[in-house]
């Protein structure tokens, strides 16, 4: 084990992980947040990087001045109450709803539509972590499903992997999504609208991708928020790993981490931990 990898219990850890393995790949389904977590979390400056949504938000060419203006202003309102320790669990989830819901409303009325999705794919990159693609591309080959549970527009997140291929039949995407007119242009945010607070209440069972999983129950569940670690709440599982990436204030959230997650993948590091687990099934 390296200074970067922490298991609280090592012991448990490693029969569940026996578990998985003996079982093998046709009972294993993969969840997993995107945005920080198949991505980097930070830039080498330090910063957070860019989500999928930012990549919208950041440049005012896409949907103009008014839109990046108002939509910073969203973020600026709502982030803090969502990281506010001393605001309660129901009151943050109703305002996450609350903010998320403006946001798709703005980018609605600012003219968001499939051919800006396409035109923002084509000139900006997400940085993928290291290994995450060819995680990706192995799951294929052993014919695991990966579920993305993501509060991303769903519409962009899938037009990224189809950038990189990796759109395949096991791959699985529950986020938001839009419904579009007949000229492409968005007119509609589909509920449940996802954040990053909501996703324990997200049941996999509503939706047509639980007949390729359910009788696949074990799981290894992927995250880099407290939130995440509930993504597989509601599944009648048999085993479980859970694997979170702490990308930033170490210190403030290891301890929480290293509650809710079996594993806690420390410096915005890389995909080697989750290939060489996956590699052994």
Known sequence: MTNNIIIQYPKAFEEKKKKIIENGANRLHILSDFDRTITYGTTPQGKRTETVISKVRSDPKYLGENYTKKAH????????IEINPDISFKE???KMHEGWKKHFDLLIKCG???KIIKRVVREKDLKFRKG???FIKNLDSKEIPLVFMSAAPGDMLIEYLKKENLFTENVHVISNR???DENGKAIMILEPIIHVLNKAEISLKDFPLYKQIENRKNIILLGDSLGDADM????DYNNIIKIGFLNEKVNENLQ???DKFDVVLLGDGDFSFVNEFVREI
């Open 256 to 258: 929480l981490f290293k």
């Open 73 to 80: 202003e969203l973020f600026d309102f709502y982030h803090p």
């Open 178 to 180: 839009y419904k579009f």
């Open 232 to 235: 597989s709440e509601g599944f």
């Open 132 to 134: 995450a693609l060819d």
């Open 92 to 94: 943050k989830e109703k």
């Open 112 to 114: 968001f539509s499939k």
